[in-house]
């Protein structure tokens, strides 16, 4: 044997032994590797990232070749790709009528000014006449001495209520009493046929209606499951729109109570008031013109070592997805979403967090899966299909870690994991991040809702125990995060052009990587708190 090779396979044992202790710690080269991720797939190359567009395809198709450079693997079903059928629909503006009848005549409602009629995802569109009810908040909730339906009759009538939810409850709680898709589940189980969202001041104040109009004209989106049937929260609920204070005040003049009234007892900060029947009745019709794609989550796999424990699976997820391309935008203006904090930076760390799983030395007890997702942007759809239909055979998922926006604009000391005090999971952030020297805070934007944003809340929904995580609000956090909310998030400037901080990327896919080994290692699963609200109403258990 030459003292080349002599010498090669001593550096070759070297690294084995030292280079083991350092594979699950971020590197001189993780920022650089995290830095081509991020600038790959937020290139204006990509067009935006938008679910079903090539730009898509080409980021998912980058996704399974750094996923392949770093030895994770497809799931034994399918291979990389879990590809989703999805259904876009945008609004037919002109063909959208509304019209108020009532004992002192006729009102018609201005499209995009007085209201914004919901898309329609089946050929037909809508068309319903049916008397109004308000609702309060449209929420039953009898644990929290909530019941907006108690002695109303909606069935076969259109249900009026307020954005939100009671301001007394927990603030995830209200978040999801406040999400469309339950309050439609809610109107429907009582056979209304309609709804409209009226705004509460709070909603008015954050939400101007003019940037609610900005989006009347972009795509929505759903999916079918592998038997061709559509997702929809409340199909029967077929006639849905938002109303703006001026349509609200138009609906409201001359009943009982007006809209202002209405308002000022909500902004009292009790429960919205008491439901009533109202004198009019109201016609409305809309339709939506119609498109289907195809978009696929990217899964990659470390297959566990223990036996019995392998069947159980570690998620961790990040989207891939963005919103394109801006069809508002004038000539000269920059159209294109490159969504470089959101959610470029994600995936990258997530990427990075397998390569030091991988390269560790030692494979995790668990199976842990890294998925890159689509659709977030449209409702959370790549993650929903992805809980209906679950791609590793002869395994289930036990936990999920959910990796969106982080905004690396500084050098974070604290970090904020949405969900973290409902499950076990809680424990395994709050001890990673005390390792790193990090500490764990709580959620400093509950009015928000980013408890009910993230693709970690359809694995919740699952019944799986899971968290999403950001970077905290200490050490200039809460100024660089406000400031990306207000000037870049959602909007072509959220691109290569901002300072990321790609060492502190490389440090939170470290914290990652050492949540995901204890998940994965721990002897028990990982479980709701007793007494959790959403562990109660979603486990299976």
Same mark, same amino acid.
């Given at each position: 044997?030459?003292?080349?090779?002599?010498?090669?396979?001593?550096?070759? @044992?070297?690294?084995?032994?030292?280079?083991?202790?350092?594979?699950?710690?971020?590197?001189?080269?993780?920022? !650089?590797? #995290?830095?081509?991720?991020?600038?790959?797939?937020?290139?204006?190359?990509?067009?935006?990232?938008?679910?079903?567009? /090539?730009?898509?395809?080409?980021?998912?198709?980058?996704?399974?070749?750094?996923?392949?450079?770093?030895?994770?693997?497809?799931?034994?079903?399918?291979?990389?790709?879990?590809?989703?059928? +999805?259904?876009?629909?945008?609004?037919?503006?002109?063909?959208? =009528?509304?019209?108020?009848?009532?004992?002192?005549?006729?009102?018609?409602?201005?499209?995009?000014?007085?209201?914004?009629?919901?898309?329609?995802?089946?050929?037909?569109?809508?068309?319903?006449?049916?008397?109004?009810?308000?609702?309060?908040?449209?929420?039953?909730?009898?644990?929290?001495?909530?019941?907006?339906?108690?002695?109303? !009759?909606?069935?076969?009538?259109?249900?009026?209520?307020?954005?939100?939810?009671?301001?007394?409850?927990?603030?995830?709680?209200?978040?999801?009493?406040?999400?469309?898709?339950?309050? @439609?589940?809610?109107?429907?189980?009582?056979?209304?046929?309609?709804?409209?969202?009226?705004?509460?001041?709070?909603?008015?104040? /954050?939400?101007?209606?003019?940037?609610?109009?900005?989006?009347?004209?972009?795509?929505?989106?759903?999916?079918?499951?592998?038997?061709?049937?559509? +997702?929809?929260?409340?199909?029967?609920?077929?006639?849905?729109?938002?109303?703006?204070?001026?349509?609200?005040?138009? +609906?409201?003049?001359?009943?009982?109570?007006?809209?202002?009234?209405? @308002?000022?007892?909500?902004? =009292?900060?009790?429960?919205?008031?008491?439901?009533?029947?109202?004198?009019?009745?109201?016609? +409305?019709?809309?339709?939506?013109?119609?498109?289907?794609?195809?978009?696929?989550?990217?899964?990659?796999?470390?297959?566990?070592?223990?036996?019995?424990?392998?069947?159980?699976?570690? #998620?961790?997820?990040?989207?891939?997805?963005?919103?394109?391309?801006?069809?508002?935008?004038?000539?000269?203006?920059?159209?294109?979403?490159?969504?470089?904090?959101?959610?470029?930076?994600?995936?990258?760390? $997530?990427?990075?967090?397998?390569? $030091?799983? =991988?390269?560790?030395?030692?494979?995790?007890?668990?199976?842990?899966?890294?998925?890159?997702? &689509?659709?977030?942007? /449209?409702?959370?759809?790549?993650?929903?299909?992805? &809980?209906?239909?679950?791609?590793?055979?002869?395994?289930?998922?036990?936990?999920?870690?959910?990796?969106? $926006?982080?905004?690396? @604009?500084?050098?974070?000391?604290?970090?904020?994991?949405?969900?973290?005090?409902?499950?076990?999971?809680?424990?395994?952030?709050?001890?990673?991040?005390?390792? $790193?020297?990090?500490?764990?805070?709580?959620?400093?934007?509950?009015?928000?809702?980013?408890?009910?944003?993230?693709?970690?809340?359809?694995? #919740?929904?699952?019944?799986?125990?899971?968290?999403?995580?950001?970077?905290?609000?200490?050490?200039?956090?809460?100024?660089?995060?406000?400031?990306?909310?207000?000037?870049?998030?959602?909007?072509?400037?959220?691109?290569?052009?901002?300072?990321?901080?790609?060492?502190?990327?490389?440090?939170?896919?470290?914290?990652?990587?050492?949540?995901?080994?204890?998940?994965?290692?721990?002897?028990?699963?990982?479980?709701?708190?007793?007494?959790?609200?959403?562990?109660?109403?979603?486990?299976? !258990?």
């Amino acid at each position: 044997m030459s003292g080349r090779m002599q010498f090669a396979i001593a550096a070759m @044992l070297i690294a084995s032994i030292f280079g083991a202790g350092r594979a699950g710690a971020a590197n001189e080269n993780s920022s !650089d590797r #995290i830095r081509a991720d991020v600038a790959y797939l937020a290139d204006d190359a990509r067009k935006g990232r938008e679910a079903g567009e /090539k730009g898509y395809d080409d980021a998912a198709s980058y996704v399974i070749k750094r996923m392949k450079e770093i030895g994770v693997r497809p799931p034994r079903r399918g291979g990389w790709r879990q590809t989703i059928r +999805l259904r876009s629909a945008v609004r037919d503006i002109e063909s959208a =009528q509304f019209n108020l009848n009532s004992p002192a005549g006729a009102v018609n409602l201005v499209h995009l000014e007085d209201y914004i009629s919901a898309r329609s995802y089946n050929k037909s569109g809508y068309d319903v006449d049916a008397p109004l009810v308000f609702a309060g908040y449209g929420v039953t909730a009898p644990e929290e001495g909530v019941d907006d339906y108690a002695d109303l !009759d909606v069935d076969g009538k259109i249900v009026v209520v307020f954005t939100g939810a009671p301001p007394g409850m927990n603030s995830e709680k209200r978040a999801f009493f406040s999400r469309s898709e339950v309050k @439609l589940s809610a109107a429907a189980a009582r056979g209304a046929i309609g709804f409209l969202a009226i705004p509460t001041i709070t909603e008015i104040k /954050k939400n101007k209606w003019p940037r609610i109009v900005n989006g009347a004209r972009s795509a929505g989106m759903t999916f079918f499951d592998p038997n061709g049937r559509l +997702l929809i929260a409340a199909p029967d609920v077929a006639a849905v729109a938002t109303m703006s204070e001026a349509g609200a005040r138009k +609906l409201f003049a001359g009943e009982q109570f007006d809209y202002d009234t209405l @308002l000022a007892e909500e902004n =009292q900060g009790a429960l919205a008031p008491k439901g009533f029947e109202l004198l009019k009745t109201a016609a +409305l019709k809309g339709r939506s013109i119609l498109s289907d794609a195809r978009s696929a989550n990217v899964i990659g796999v470390i297959r566990g070592s223990d036996r019995r424990l392998a069947r159980q699976v570690v #998620i961790v997820t990040a989207h891939l997805d963005h919103l394109g391309v801006s069809n508002r935008a004038a000539p000269d203006e920059d159209a294109i979403y490159n969504g470089a904090i959101d959610n470029a930076s994600g995936v990258a760390v $997530m990427l990075e967090a397998a390569r $030091m799983m =991988q390269e560790s030395g030692v494979r995790p007890k668990r199976t842990v899966a890294f998925i890159a997702l &689509t659709a977030e942007e /449209k409702g959370l759809l790549g993650s929903q299909y992805l &809980t209906i239909n679950n791609p590793f055979v002869g395994r289930r998922a036990v936990a999920n870690v959910n990796i969106d $926006m982080p905004v690396a @604009l500084y050098p974070f000391t604290d970090v904020i994991a949405f969900g973290a005090e409902r499950t076990t999971i809680g424990a395994s952030v709050e001890s990673a991040a005390r390792e $790193m020297g990090l500490t764990l805070s709580p959620d400093p934007m509950p009015d928000e809702n980013f408890f009910v944003r993230s693709d970690h809340f359809s694995f #919740i929904k699952a019944g799986v125990p899971a968290v999403s995580l950001r970077l905290g609000f200490s050490n200039g956090g809460e100024k660089a995060f406000r400031e990306f909310l207000r000037d870049h998030y959602h909007r072509p400037s959220d691109d290569l052009s901002l300072p990321i901080d790609y060492g502190a990327l490389a440090h939170f896919a470290e914290l990652n990587y050492r949540i995901l080994r204890d998940l994965a290692d721990a002897e028990s699963e990982p479980a709701w708190r007793e007494g959790d609200f959403f562990g109660d109403l979603f486990s299976a !258990d």
